[in-house]
C-alpha cells in the first residue's frame, strides 16, 4: 500500500525530481476573478462586486460548494467587464492576464492594481477513494498527490500502480496518462501538476472486483454445493 517505494528507507535527505511546474492556461469557458483595485474602492465597485469565491464546503467531504460569480471566458476568448469592456485573454497565464488588464484600466483610473484567480480551477477524483468529488480550489499549482488528498487519499483497494489521468486540452486533443504512485518518477511526470478540469480516476484492485462480482460468489457457492454433493454421494456408494 506505500507510495513511492523505491525510495531508500533512510532518515536522512535524498534528492529527488520534481517535475517542473508550469502556469495554467485561460481557456473558453473558464470563470475568472478579476479585481481592480485603487485609492477609492468605489470607483471599481462596478467590476469588483460580480467576484465571489468557490470554495468546498468545510462541513461536507462531498465537494459541495457556495454558488460561482466571477468573469465567464466565452467561446471567442474573452470576458466583458464593465468600464474595460471586452478583453482576450484566452491563452494567457493568470500574470499575463493581469498586465494586459492594467494596461486597460490606467485608461480609466489612477495607478489601479489588478489581481486575476481561477475561480473554476476544478479537479476530480474518481474510483477507489474515500471521498470521490469534483473539488474547485483556490490555488492553481495543485498535484496528483494534493487532489488525492482532498479526496481522503485511495482505499486499501486503490491500485496505486494505476491511477488513470484524463485530460481535456483547448485544441480538443485530449488524452488520458496513467502514473504508477509506487514508483518515484512520478514525481518527475510532466503530468504530475494537474490542470483545470482534469480528472483523476483510481482503479480498484483485482480483489475488489472479484469482492463486488455478485455473479463470481454466486457461481463459486453453486461449483462449492456441487463438490460437496459429489464427494458426499462417493462416499455412500
Known amino acids: ?31 475568472l476573478s478579476i479585481n481592480v483595485n485603487t485609492t477609492d474602492p468605489t470607483a471599481t465597485l462596478s467590476i469588483n462586486s460580480r467576484n465571489g469565491i468557490y470554495v468546498n464546503s468545510s462541513s461536507s467531504q462531498s465537494g459541495s460548494a ?83 488528498g482532498y479526496a481522503g487519499d485511495l482505499t486499501i483497494y486503490g491500485r496505486r500502480t494505476n491511477v488513470l489521468l484524463i485530460r481535456k486540452t483547448p485544441d480538443h486533443k485530449d488524452f488520458t496518462v496513467k502514473l504508477d504512485l509506487t514508483k518515484k518518477d512520478a514525481l518527475n511526470s510532466p503530468y504530475f501538476y494537474l490542470r483545470q478540469n482534469d480528472v483523476i480516476y483510481v482503479e480498484p484492485m483485482p480483489t475488489k472486483v472479484l469482492n463486488n462480482d455478485n455473479n463470481f460468489i454466486k457461481y463459486l457457492s453453486l461449483v462449492a454445493t456441487l463438490f460437496t454433493a459429489v464427494v458426499l454421494g462417493k462416499r455412500y456408494l
Open 66 to 148: 457556495n454558488p460561482l460569480t466571477g468573469y465567464l471566458v466565452n467561446k471567442d476568448g474573452d470576458v466583458e467587464v464593465p468600464v474595460l469592456g471586452k478583453i482576450h485573454l484566452a491563452g494567457l497565464t493568470t500574470v499575463d492576464a493581469r498586465d494586459v488588464i492594467r494596461k486597460q484600466a490606467v485608461n480609466y483610473f489612477n495607478n489601479p492594481v489588478v489581481d486575476v484567480r481561477f475561480s473554476n480551477f476544478k479537479v476530480t477524483v474518481i474510483g477507489e477513494v474515500n471521498h470521490p468529488a469534483s473539488y474547485v480550489l483556490p490555488n492553481e499549482q495543485v498535484s496528483v498527490l494534493d487532489a488525492i
Open 1 to 31: 500500500m506505500r507510495y513511492f517505494q523505491d525510495l531508500p528507507e533512510t532518515n536522512r535527505a535524498v534528492p529527488v525530481s520534481i517535475a517542473a511546474y508550469a502556469d495554467p492556461i485561460i481557456q473558453p469557458d473558464d470563470i
